[in-house]
């Protein structure tokens, strides 16, 4: 594939002075090998420069204060969700739940890939659409039938929050990106905290809103088929708009199948909080989801970005550097050498325990009736956010090197992927943790209850 133009469009863009100064050289966002046009073909030897000035310290102060302001975001959606469940249309389209994590996950993975213009538009009416049917099916499947007087008003509902979620979040990212290169900050390391906490309240509330609104006006025969067709109509426009930019047109033409399949994975976290949300041991579940998903989310999009960009300056698409040429590194390779990347691995693992002590205190102060309160709770749940950032910084590790090899764009084909098992490792750990800790809770009571009802 020619990825000339594309380059050229690129250097256009961020500007070549930017790149040198900042240590990332132009890139694009869609499959195939890239080039860079001899006129514009840099000396790789700033760029190393900058590279290793960066240390442990400059990272976490980089990325410390994006990441809290992020988290409290994680924990104000995740209050919102608790207050979302308990109105009339989520207790009665239970698949609405199902619908969270892959319309969360889906606004960070258009946004955190930066492919945030025309195709955004398309990608998120078409897979909105798609993600409504998976949770349809799904639950079918769980409750061995599907409901057809609710597909209309989930289908709309799913639309219509990729849409307009797509649209406001495509332009806080340029805001983002923008505000990062005038104040001289790597956008890696606050771009995508910041979209990510502020785009799960933004999601979290337009679904709830237009969910509400086409559950009062249920009786209205034509409101939803009327909001799906009409959407869905706009997707052909925006295609022939998108053909004026050979880009944007490849990102529709490759970009599918990351954006789908992490939908798919997202659906079945999905699946789990629906199924837990309502019992009363899991009591608590709605507001922890978007915490523990969004923080692994966020802190392995960091590091993916941070390793893609480290590989478009050392090497080109399809050679990786001799030092990375293991697809399945050993584990220690990846946290414990002095090497850039490991480096900021240990950073974002190192993260994990004080950010979640945080959000569990401010979840605690705000919300502390609708959680469980005990210690078991709390160190099962803390296991379980570092657990699952380590999973995900390793595979990260790998998916870029593999994705890497095949020319492909680490951005576009591993953070979605990612992002999509961090909702589902989150979901099903969480869960795991309500229910341990909900056992050995009742193991007490029950030993309890026999020494009281024991001989004096």
């Avoid at 073909?41 to 240390?55: A, C, D, F, Q």
């Avoid at 945080?358 to 102060?365: E, N, S």
């Avoid at 764009?409 to 490792?425: E, F, M, Q, R, V």
Wanted: glycine share 8%.
């Amino acid at each position: 594939m020619d990825g000339t133009e594309t380059r050229q469009r690129r250097a256009e863009e961020l500007g070549l002075r930017y790149a040198l100064s900042t240590g990332r050289l132009p890139r694009v966002s869609e499959d195939g090998p890239l080039s860079v046009p001899e006129s514009q073909r840099v000396s790789p030897k700033p760029l190393g420069t900058e590279l290793s000035r960066e240390t442990a310290l400059s990272i976490g102060l980089q990325v410390i204060v994006p990441f809290i302001f992020a988290g409290l975001g994680l924990s104000g959606a995740g209050i919102l969700l608790n207050y979302f469940q308990h109105w009339p249309v989520f207790m009665e389209v239970k698949d609405l739940l199902t619908l969270v994590p892959p319309l969360v996950g889906l606004k960070g993975n258009l946004e955190m890939t930066l492919a945030s213009r025309l195709s955004t538009a398309v990608q998120a009416t078409v897979v909105g659409f798609l993600a409504a049917m998976a949770a349809l099916l799904l639950g079918a499947l769980s409750r061995g039938e599907l409901d057809f007087e609710k597909v209309e008003l989930l289908c709309a509902s799913s639309v219509i929050t990729a849409f307009l979620a797509a649209f406001a979040l495509g332009m806080l990212m340029v805001s983002i990106v923008i505000g990062a290169r005038k104040l001289g900050v790597n956008p890696d390391n606050i771009a995508t905290p910041i979209a990510a906490s502020l785009g799960d309240l933004i999601t979290l509330s337009i679904l709830a809103f237009f969910s509400s609104f086409f559950y009062k006006y249920k009786d209205s025969r034509y409101l939803t088929p009327l909001v799906c067709i009409s959407l869905m109509a706009l997707t052909p426009v925006w295609v022939l708009i998108a053909k004026k930019n050979p880009p944007i047109m490849k990102i529709l033409k490759f970009g599918w199948f990351p954006i789908i399949l992490a939908m798919m994975i997202s659906s079945f976290g999905g699946l789990i909080l629906n199924k837990t949300i309502s019992k009363e041991q899991y009591k608590g579940m709605a507001i922890f989801t978007p915490i523990i998903c969004g923080v692994g989310g966020n802190l392995v999009a960091i590091q993916t970005s941070r390793i893609s960009t480290y590989l478009h300056m050392w090497s080109t698409p399809g050679v990786l550097p001799l030092w990375m040429k293991k697809f399945w590194p050993n584990p220690c390779s990846t946290f414990c050498t002095s090497e850039i990347n490991s480096m900021s691995a240990r950073v974002l693992l190192f993260l994990v325990i004080p950010g979640h002590l945080i959000f569990l205190y401010v979840i605690y102060l705000v919300e502390g009736h609708s959680v469980p309160n005990s210690k078991t709770f709390v160190v099962c749940y803390l296991l379980a956010g570092l657990m699952q950032v380590t999973i995900l910084l390793y595979l990260a590790e790998v998916m870029t090197r593999l994705t890497w090899h095949q020319a492909l764009d680490p951005d576009n084909h591993c953070i979605p992927y990612l992002t999509g098992l961090g909702d589902l490792l989150g979901t099903g750990l969480l869960a795991l943790c309500f229910l341990i800790s909900w056992l050995l809770s009742e193991a007490e009571l029950d030993g309890t209850l026999e020494l009281a009802s024991g001989p004096p």
